[in-house]
């Protein structure tokens, strides 16, 4: 099962990230937790400069962009 994290602030940009996760995860069928994170000092842990941040199994993979839906199902099938 895969993890996958949209580390934001609660902006407009994480928010659009967050449903394109979602929707990445529903249309490709693979098993997956999705999590919004928008705790500050989470977001500090993890040394986040910039946001929207897409965080899959521990790795940074996108930042300070929207990431698309059909962007994220390539990251997920990995």
Excluded at 28 to 54: C, W, Y
Aim: one cysteine or more; a negative charge; aromatic letters at 2%.
């Amino acid at each position: 099962m895969k993890t996958i994290k949209v580390l934001g602030t609660g902006c407009s940009k994480c928010n659009v990230t967050y449903q394109n996760a979602l929707e990445a995860v529903k249309r490709s069928g693979i098993e997956a937790e999705v999590s919004k994170i928008e705790d500050i000092m989470e977001l500090m842990e993890l040394n986040v400069l910039t946001t929207p941040v897409l965080m899959i199994d521990g790795v940074q993979y996108i930042k300070g962009r929207v990431a698309d839906v059909k962007e994220i199902m390539d990251l997920i099938a990995k």
